[in-house]
Nanobody, 115 residues
């Protein structure tokens, strides 16, 4: 079955960095555009960044543009999110999934940015 396992979150101070990883299984990874999403307490889940099947094209939400970088490894069936210059408003649970028709949400990984 389709499965996503996210890791790499943690508690950091503003301005620090984290790298999130996602291991995907149960489907042909390089057939799908991938994305990272996040959900902050009391808010709806939002799209953070997405990447094309080959990794050539990447798009970012306005709040993270210039600070976050999405990437993928089609050999290891993994997606990554490099997060630099983190801000308190980046605090959320982060998930990876398909860019379209997201399904089978994983548990996500908690990112907390606090002084």
């Amino acid at each position: 079955q389709v499965q996503f396992v996210e890791s790499g979150g943690g508690l950091v101070q503003p301005g620090e960095s984290l790298r999130l990883s996602c291991v995907a299984s149960g489907f042909i990874f390089n057939n799908y555009e991938m994305a990272w999403y996040r959900q902050a307490p009391g808010k709806e889940r939002e799209l953070v960044a997405d990447i094309s099947k080959s990794g050539e094209w990447r798009n970012y939400g306005v709040p993270v543009r210039g600070r976050f970088t999405i990437s993928r490894d089609n050999v290891k069936n993994m997606a990554f999110l490099q997060m630099n210059n983190l801000k308190s408003e980046d605090t959320a649970v982060y998930y990876c999934n398909w860019r379209h028709s997201a399904t089978s949400w994983g548990q996500g990984t908690q990112v907390t940015v606090s002084a």
